[in-house]
């Protein structure tokens, strides 16, 4: 790699939101078991944070284990509460009465709001939680995490918030639309959806 100029990209280290038990903390429901037969069976979720010079930008998505879809995501300058009811409400628009439905996430301190967990029993939605300090219980999502930034973020030097999370924007349409899988067939993640409600 020298000899020919090239250098690998750093991942950086992560945001963590975990600040001990601050609520209540759900039981590892999902344990580490990431097939999904259909859609809308198992979603997880966790935010990461991106630096642009002195600010920093915190992406909170939802992804559907079923296909990688990222159904629902919002963007904040700061990581707060608001950012993560405003994806709730966005992903619950998509879903009418979910049967069975199991969000996962890490014990970071939103997702142990008496709130938050009141939103998902309102919609009869099975909470599921990473056990204290281990990754690789969420593996999908932290994976896109490290997909984004290696395909856009550390691409291109950033030099406003603003761009960044219209560049995000444009990436997720991407890649939940033209972005092709190995594991999907060949197929985006929009296109295996569809794929299998037509069948």
Not at 4 to 22: A, F, H, P
Not at 120 to 137: P, V, Y
Not at 168 to 189: C, T
Request: aromatic fraction near 12%; charge should be positive; include cysteine.
């Amino acid at each position: 790699m020298k000899a020919m100029g090239l250098k690998s990209l750093i991942r950086l280290k992560r945001y963590r939101s975990y600040k001990g038990q601050t609520g209540k903390v759900a039981p590892n429901l999902l344990n580490r078991d990431f097939k999904s037969v259909k859609p809308s069976q198992k979603w997880a979720t966790d935010v990461s944070e991106f630096r642009v010079k002195d600010k920093k930008l915190f992406l909170s998505p939802i992804i559907d284990l079923f296909n990688g879809e990222i159904i629902s995501y919002s963007l904040s300058e700061s990581a707060n509460f608001k950012q993560v009811t405003q994806m709730l409400k966005t992903a619950f628009k998509k879903i009418d009465k979910p049967e069975n439905l199991m969000l996962h996430s890490d014990q970071g301190w939103q997702y142990q709001m008496g709130e938050y967990q009141k939103m998902l029993k309102s919609k009869g939605i099975t909470q599921s939680m990473s056990r204290k300090g281990n990754c690789l219980d969420n593996a999908v999502i932290e994976n896109f995490f490290g997909t984004i930034k290696s395909e856009l973020f550390y691409l291109k030097k950033y030099n406003s918030t603003d761009q960044l999370r219209k560049d995000i924007k444009e990436y997720i349409e991407y890649y939940n639309n033209e972005r092709i899988r190995l594991n999907l067939n060949g197929m985006s993640p929009a296109q295996y959806r569809a794929h299998h409600t037509n069948r």
